[in-house]
């Protein structure tokens, strides 16, 4: 009992030291540009996720977790455009790879960096050769990110950070919209398609609740 208690101890010292040595870091992708934050105490934030959870809604206790490395804007709403095709893509385009490369810690191998897509993670990975992660912890801070942004990127306010959004999201819908010339009502059509579904859908969900 005492050798497996000392073998105890001297693993999870052994795992405890491994953790704190890997620098994780997280990616953030918002309509104003590119963010790269530090976590602090990682050995520690890995074993207590529920604390991690319940600071979420209070920007000052967050802080304690989360540091801005830095910040890329992006240069122009086309830029933004191209950018977030890419992201969506799972490509991995030159503005942020420049970010990676000049912020992200020299010892790769020590580096964990914490992203919201797979897609987008194995392109770093693959180009960059920087080990990403999507699970754990890293989607709860990535969330309280998403909440707090603008307190945390220093000269952006939460209205400019609301229209950058939706001059995004305007932008990429239309991109992405595919018109057939040849049918000028496919819009119509969609559209009473879509209503239809809506209505097996509230017809399914009602036969289950009751």
């Not at 977790?65 to 385009?93: C, D």
């Not at 950058?164 to 040849?182: D, E, I, T």
């Amino acid at each position: 009992d005492v050798y497996g208690w000392w073998c105890w101890l001297v693993l999870s010292s052994d795992l405890a030291l491994h953790v704190s040595q890997v620098l994780l870091h997280i990616l953030f992708e918002h309509a104003a540009g590119y963010a790269l934050f530090a976590v602090k105490e990682v050995e520690e934030i890995g074993m207590l996720l529920p604390q991690v959870e319940e600071s979420l809604q209070n920007i000052g206790k967050f802080n304690t977790i989360v540091k801005l490395v830095a910040f890329s804007p992006f240069k122009s709403a086309q830029s933004a455009l191209e950018n977030v095709n890419a992201i969506s893509e799972g490509v991995l385009h030159e503005d942020l790879k420049l970010l990676l490369e000049t912020h992200m810690p020299a010892k790769k191998k020590k580096a964990l960096l914490g992203v919201s897509d797979g897609k987008i993670g194995a392109a770093i990975f693959e180009e960059l050769n920087i080990k990403c992660d999507t699970t754990g912890v890293v989607p709860e801070i990535i969330r309280g990110i998403r909440l707090h942004f603008h307190s945390l990127v220093k000269g952006l306010t939460a209205q400019s950070a609301s229209k950058a959004q939706l001059g995004l999201g305007h932008s990429y819908s239309r991109a992405k919209v595919k018109f057939n010339v040849n049918r000028v009502d496919n819009m119509i059509i969609q559209s009473i398609s879509l209503l239809d579904q809506l209505d097996k859908d509230i017809n399914t969900f009602s036969m289950r609740v009751r």
